[in-house]
């Protein structure tokens, strides 16, 4: 495989792994809503929408950090980290606020990313023995 094909490949799954991280959710969030009650459904579907903006902000903006100078992309690096950070405990606060007693249905919503991830990866290195063959 060329550089250009691996580069084609991996901008195709950053893109697609928003997608699947909210099919995924859905998914269990529909699951969830027959099992539980549909507030609980709610927020594991909210934890997977966060945790695919959340991933498709990191990915914006470390590209655009990347274009920059090394002092310049320094900075704006760790100020987009803190907002990051900032925002999600922020979320979790409301979380804890008014729905204490089903946070771990968020939480869970927001590791549906972590599936994602593991499928990806063993996507590609299924991917990967097919062209050492």
Do not use: D, E, V
């Given at each position: 495989?060329?550089?250009?094909?691996?580069s084609f490949e991996n901008e195709r799954i950053l893109h697609r792994v928003p997608l699947e991280v909210l099919g995924l959710s859905l998914i269990i969030s529909i699951l969830i809503l027959v099992l539980f009650d549909p507030l609980t459904a709610l927020l594991f579907f909210w934890g997977g929408g966060v945790s695919a903006l959340n991933f498709i902000w990191l990915r914006k903006t470390s590209l655009n950090i990347l274009?920059?100078?090394?002092?310049?992309?320094?900075?704006?690096?760790?100020?987009?980290?803190?907002?990051r950070i900032l925002l999600i405990c922020s979320i979790f606060f409301i979380i804890i606020f008014f729905l204490s007693e089903r946070i771990v249905a968020f939480v869970a919503g927001l590791s549906t990313i972590i599936l994602i991830f593991l499928a990806e990866?063993?996507?590609?290195?299924a991917t990967q023995s097919k062209w050492k063959r």
């Open positions: 495989m060329t550089t250009n094909q691996t274009h920059r100078n090394k002092r310049k992309a320094l900075t704006l690096g760790i100020f987009f980290y803190i907002l990866a063993g996507r590609a290195l």
